[in-house]
């Protein structure tokens, strides 16, 4: 991977279902196998209640700070495939949207890029209403900007991280 096409991206993870530290860490680990990218650091694991549809159990979140020289699309593409391999099914419909899942990834951040195509939206739409995300994403990029919004410090404040509950550090 050359240092002139590495991009360094954030990317959240969720579980709600099963032993959801273990489904976290492996996805860590095959975030960092993917091709032309390395994981750089990842965040603590937290417990925050659930988002949308409340009447579910917890989730466990974390962000991934990885490196890659993969396009957007391409590095989307593996990160479903890793929700995938971790049974996660998502409903054509889109019904399940904010139901329980094995694996959650978003891709937060894209270098500071912006881009708005069909299935790709980034940075995330809404990660600046999200306290789940942002709390582990300060943690391991305390100056981290969302393109469009500001600094994601004041998007924090913005916002309350009521009940975000810090669990354990993965080895990375």
């Not at 399940?96 to 939206?121: K, M, N, Q, S, V």
């Not at 789940?132 to 469009?148: K, N």
Request: proline share 6%.
């Amino acid at each position: 991977m050359s240092a002139s096409t590495a991009i360094t991206t954030y990317i959240g993870l969720g579980s709600n279902l099963g032993d959801s530290v273990a489904v976290l860490r492996a996805a860590l680990r095959a975030l960092d196998s993917l091709p032309r990218s390395r994981l750089l650091r990842a965040s603590r694991l937290y417990r925050t209640p659930a988002w949308g549809v409340r009447e579910q159990p917890d989730f466990v979140n974390a962000v991934a700070m990885l490196e890659t020289a993969l396009p957007a699309r391409e590095l989307l593409a593996a990160m479903l495939e890793i929700e995938r391999e971790a049974g996660r099914a998502r409903r054509a419909d889109g019904s399940d949207r904010w139901g329980p899942r094995t694996l959650d990834l978003d891709l937060l951040l894209f270098g500071e890029a912006r881009i708005d195509e069909p299935g790709l939206h980034v940075p995330h739409p809404h990660l600046h209403e999200r306290a789940f995300a942002l709390v582990p994403l300060l943690e391991i990029a305390p100056d981290a900007r969302i393109a469009g919004v500001g600094a994601a410090s004041q998007a924090l404040a913005r916002i309350a991280p009521a009940e975000i509950e810090a669990l354990v550090a993965v080895d990375n």
